[in-house]
C-alpha cells in the first residue's frame, strides 16, 4: 500500500472513530437522548394543552409506539423550557413504574427526588423509605404529604410531574396476588394519584403511559376511568414521513451518511407495522 492509500485509510479510520451510533435499539429514548428524537414532532401540543387543563394526562398506545419516548424526549424538555403556560420552567420531574411493589416503587422515587439523599449508610436510607411508605400507606392525600418537605425545602416554587410509566403494570400486580391485599394496595394507589391532582395545596401534575389494550382494565377504578376519559392522547401511527425523519435524523446527528435508495428500501420493509 501506497503512502496516498495510508493516509486516506488513517483518515477514514479517524472519521469513523468518532462515529456514535445513535440509534438506542428496542428501549425507550432517555432524557439525555432527544437531540436523537425525531419524528414525532409537534405532538407534545394536544398534551400539553390537557396537562395543563387537568394537571393529567393518561398517553395511551400499542406496545413498541414510542409511548415512554414521547415523555422523556417530547414533553419533558418542553416542560424544562417553560411552555406549560403559567407554570413556569422550574420543575421536579419523578418517575415510577407500579412493578409488583407499586407503592414501594412510588417511596422509593420520591426518595430519589428528595434533596437530603445523600445517606450516610444503607440503613439510614432504608429507614427513610420505610418512612415513606408508611407515610403514602396512611390516607389518600399521603402523595401530597410526602411531597410537601421536598417541594418547600426547595429555593425557588417548583412543580412536580410524576411520570408513571407502564401503568398496566397495576393490572398484572392485581391478578398476580393471592388475595384481596393486591387489589387494595392498587385502589390505594390509584387513589393517591387521583387525590394529588384535585388539591390545590401543591401544583402536582400526573402523566402516565399505558398500553392500547389495557384500556378497559381501567374500568374497575370508576374516578380514574373519568379523569382518563377527560385528558387523554392516543399516539397516532407514523407517517411515511415521519419514519423518514426517524431514520435520517439520527443518522445526520450521528455524523453519519445514508442513501436514499437504502432509506426508501427500510420505509417498505417496515410498510405499516
Known amino acids: 500500500m501506497g503512502t496516498k492509500e495510508l493516509d486516506i485509510a488513517r483518515q477514514r479510520s479517524l472519521q469513523e472513530t468518532h462515529l456514535i451510533n445513535p440509534f438506542p435499539g428496542l428501549r425507550p429514548f432517555g432524557f ?60 421536579l420531574i419523578m418517575t415510577t413504574r407500579p412493578g409488583n411493589t407499586p407503592i414501594e416503587n412510588l417511596a422509593e422515587s420520591i426518595l430519589r427526588a428528595s ?10 436510607r432504608e429507614t427513610d423509605k420505610l418512612i415513606t411508605n408508611i407515610l403514602l400507606r396512611s390516607s389518600s392525600f399521603g402523595l401530597v404529604d410526602a411531597l410537601k418537605p421536598i417541594v418547600k425545602n426547595r429555593k425557588k416554587p417548583v412543580n412536580v410531574l410524576l411520570l408513571i410509566d407502564q401503568f398496566e403494570e397495576l393490572f398484572r400486580y392485581m391478578k398476580s396476588g393471592p388475595d384481596s391485599n393486591t387489589a387494595n394496595t392498587a385502589s390505594a394507589f390509584v387513589h393517591l394519584i387521583l387525590k394529588s391532582i384535585r388539591q390545590t395545596e401543591l401544583p402536582v401534575y400526573i402523566a402516565l403511559t399505558m398500553r392500547s389494550d389495557f384500556i378497559g382494565e381501567c374500568s374497575q377504578f370508576p374516578d380514574l376511568t373519568h379523569v382518563i376519559n377527560r385528558s387523554h392522547y392516543l399516539i397516532p401511527q407514523m407517517t411515511r414521513d415521519q419514519q423518514r425523519m426517524a431514520i435520517e435524523g439520527p443518522i445526520a446527528v450521528g455524523g453519519g451518511k445514508i442513501t436514499k435508495r437504502l432509506v426508501q428500501q427500510l420505509l417498505n420493509d417496515v410498510g405499516n407495522n
Open 32 to 91: 439525555e437522548e432527544n437531540h436523537l428524537f425525531f419524528g414525532r414532532e409537534g405532538q407534545c401540543d394536544d398534551i400539553l394543552e390537557k396537562l395543563s387543563s387537568n394537571r393529567f394526562i393518561a398517553v395511551i398506545g400499542a406496545s413498541g409506539s414510542g409511548k415512554s419516548s414521547l415523555m422523556f424526549c417530547g414533553l419533558m424538555p418542553v416542560l424544562y423550557g417553560g411552555f406549560l403556560g403559567p407554570a413556569g420552567s422550574e420543575w
Open 115 to 124: 434533596p437530603d439523599s445523600g445517606y450516610q449508610s444503607p440503613e439510614e
